[in-house]
């Protein structure tokens, strides 16, 4: 199928989009990576998550079990009066020991299979990612969904679908805390997306 022809697809078909969020700036006083809440920043970032959100007619809600990815999307959930199903393979990536080493996110992408001592490699992370993603657009098809996530996550999915997007793209987006993006599907087919809004916050 030449360009012309995808494009014209793309615009005509009915699509099931998928509204990724990156969770807004953690406390990193707190080490349980699983319980760490927001910084007080974060928490009024929301706001700006939830009107960026409200411009679509979302239908149906989803997030990591992690409390940070879980309280960036739930301002904007309790304005629409929805809940948020959560699924434990949104989870971000274990961490193991010595991941501060200065060329770790190189590393990692460079070799899927890699991964500091007690951590998780980037393949795990992708296919289970991946794996939930799929089970989340077959059962809402032509439906906008959010889906509450973290930063090494996501670039795992978007790296699924786009091979170009890679250890640049992961540490170009490091910051970006909210960072929202929208990937269009037709059914499991992945047609594209668009980056919808960031912060730069930091850790």
């Known amino acids: 199928m030449c360009k012309y022809e995808r494009l014209r697809r793309y615009q005509k078909e009915t699509m099931t989009k998928v509204y990724f969020v990156r969770h807004a700036q953690p406390d990193e006083t707190c080490a349980d990576d699983r319980t760490r809440p927001l910084t007080p920043l974060g928490l009024s970032d929301r706001v700006q998550v939830a009107d960026v959100l409200m411009k679509y007619p979302i239908d149906c809600f989803y997030s990591s079990t992690y409390k940070r990815n879980y309280d960036t999307i739930a301002l904007c959930a309790e304005k629409l009066g929805m809940p948020i199903q959560t699924d434990e393979r949104f989870r971000e990536r274990t961490a193991g020991l ?76 490091y910051g970006w805390l909210p960072f929202i993006v929208r990937l269009d599907f037709s059914g499991q087919e992945y047609l594209g997306r668009e980056e919808l809004f960031y912060l730069v916050r930091g850790y």
């Open 98 to 173: 010595n991941w501060h080493m200065s060329d770790i996110f190189q590393r990692r992408w460079d070799d899927f299979d890699f991964c500091e001592p007690g951590g998780e490699n980037l393949r795990s992370l992708q296919a289970r990612n991946i794996e939930a993603l799929r089970e989340v657009l077959e059962k809402n098809p032509d439906k906008n969904i959010v889906i509450g996530t973290h930063g090494a996550a996501l670039s795992a999915i978007i790296n699924y679908y786009d091979k170009s997007f890679a250890a640049d793209g992961f540490i170009r987006l």
